[in-house]
């Protein structure tokens, strides 16, 4: 698995098993068992998912008597969140600068290609019509 933080995270919600057990651990924390539940696979493939996820830092198992509660570390998604914002607000930028450039053409203008006149069909700029 890869060594930075970031990495590990998004490596460990590729799975869409994965990614639920983290939804149903944002609600509440289970057993192994409890979250085995639902699907139709064994005890030990849920715990096989349940240590990438550990190995990610998304989730830890605490000890409560005799039950051991898996608990979502939900600070770990604030990771994910901090890096998907930053591209996002770059993204939004971008947009803002394009819809600045298109405000401030001339009415009337738009960026359309140049048509053939007797068929109205575009042509390819440079070649023959």
Known sequence: MAA??????????ADPTRRDM????????????ELARPY???????SKHLRVLEDAGLVSRGRDAQRRPVHLEAEVL????AWIERYRR??????????DVLRSMPDGLS???PTD????????????S
């Open 40 to 46: 139709d696979v064994s005890v030990q493939a849920v």
């Open 111 to 113: 960026p359309t290609r």
């Open 90 to 99: 770059r993204a939004e930028e971008r947009y803002r600068r394009l819809d």
């Open 22 to 33: 983290v939804a149903r651990l944002a609600v509440a924390d289970a057993t192994v068992g």
């Open 117 to 128: 006149e007797s068929t109205d069909t575009p042509t390819l700029e440079g070649g023959p």
């Open 4 to 13: 930075d933080p970031l990495s590990r995270v998004f490596a460990a919600l």
């Open 78 to 81: 604030d990771l994910m969140t």
